[in-house]
């Protein structure tokens, strides 16, 4: 399988001087943001994945988890289009209030669980998870490459470029973007991985601080239905969730994203919880859920004590 192949090349790993212990340590932060695209109602996605059950799922898995609300986001009455890019001071913004929030979160110790909101976020998402990890690498699950620049997107929407804001190797290919004079690139390509597209090559044998950016809209459509651009074909639930087993089992993951659940787009009461319930199992398996049967990977293996006798 492609999907195992190319995680496990990228996994093998050494850990980074930036990876704190955060094995019993979850932040959550919610961002109510949805002007990174046309489809109003993934500012409803946080509260959402809230009311499937995130907290008490995480919390039965022995996490402190400390759930930080919904940041507050401001629009601003004038925001005028920017080429054909709507609304880009107002996602400058927004990514420039969660970029700190990230770092805050991930410099006192824990993981960060990032709900969105649309995939624009990702932008200050992963920009706040390097202000403390500078060594991260990115893994992006999505249906798109989301690296399009002002110059070649087709919509202009803001949640099809975040990776291009991010990357060193862009950085002639991108205009100055009102709203995002506060952002300098700071990915080089080696350092992101996509699932989802395509196979990637073998990524380098030192491995950084893991940051982990799922667009539900990776999985099929038939599994989460309640999100703004589905695409035919996706991760099956297996594959979705041993991608997530296998993050976790690097001891490696630091931040996640999940963002494009849109409660407001499920046809039917059924779709948005199969949607919702999918991003709460993602999470929780990113945190150490696993299914049975499914690897689980020991640090050392077992020793018996002492005075264990056999028993016939």
């Given amino acids: 399988m492609a999907l195992r192949g190319a995680l496990s090349r990228l996994l093998k790993s050494t850990f980074s001087s930036c990876q704190q212990n955060r094995s019993h340590s979850v932040a959550i932060l919610g961002a109510p943001f949805s002007k990174g695209q046309k489809r109003r109602g993934v500012e409803h996605g946080p509260?959402?994945?809230?009311?499937?059950?995130l907290v008490e799922r995480l919390s039965n898995l022995d996490y402190a988890v400390h759930d930080f609300g919904d940041l507050t986001f401001k629009h601003l009455e004038k925001d005028e289009h920017f080429m054909h890019?709507?609304?880009?001071?107002?996602?400058?913004?927004?990514?420039?209030l969660l970029s700190g929030a990230v770092s805050g979160a991930v410099g006192a110790g824990h993981t960060c669980i990032m709900l969105g909101g649309d995939h624009s976020l990702a932008i200050g998402s992963?920009?706040?998870?390097?202000?403390?990890?500078?060594?991260?690498?990115?893994?992006?699950?999505?249906?798109?490459?989301?690296?399009?620049?002002?110059?070649?997107?087709?919509?202009?929407?803001?949640?099809?470029?975040?990776?291009?804001?991010?990357?060193?190797?862009?950085?002639?290919?991108?205009p100055e973007v009102p709203g995002f004079s506060w952002l300098k690139p700071f990915l080089s390509a080696r350092d992101l991985?996509?699932?989802?597209?395509?196979?990637?090559?073998?990524?380098?044998?030192?491995?950084?601080?893991?940051?982990?950016?799922?667009?539900?809209?990776?999985?099929?459509?038939?599994?989460?239905?309640a999100t703004g651009t589905p695409v035919n074909g996706g991760l099956t639930y297996r594959e979705g969730i041993y991608l997530t087993e296998e993050i976790h089992n690097t001891g490696l993951l630091s931040v996640m994203d999940v963002v494009e659940v849109n409660p407001t787009l499920g046809a039917t009461p059924e779709a948005i919880e199969a949607t919702t319930s999918l991003a709460v199992d993602v999470v929780a398996s990113?945190?150490?859920?696993?299914?049975?049967?499914?690897h689980i990977a020991f640090p050392n293996i077992p020793e018996p004590k002492e005075d264990t006798e056999l028993r016939l």
């Avoid at 990113?286 to 499914?294: D, H, I, K, S, V």
């Fill in 47 to 53: 509260k959402a994945i809230r009311d499937a059950g």
């Fill in 85 to 96: 890019v709507p609304f880009p001071r107002t996602v400058g913004r927004a990514n420039k």
């Fill in 126 to 174: 992963v920009e706040g998870h390097a202000q403390q990890c500078p060594d991260l690498c990115l893994i992006w699950v999505d249906a798109h490459a989301d690296i399009n620049t002002p110059l070649t997107s087709p919509s202009g929407n803001l949640h099809g470029q975040s990776v291009a804001f991010l990357l060193k190797d862009l950085q002639d290919k991108m």
């Fill in 193 to 225: 991985v996509y699932i989802g597209l395509r196979d990637v090559d073998p990524g380098e044998q030192k491995q950084r601080p893991i940051h982990l950016s799922f667009d539900i809209d990776a999985f099929d459509p038939s599994l989460a239905p």
């Fill in 286 to 294: 990113a945190l150490g859920q696993t299914r049975e049967g499914a």
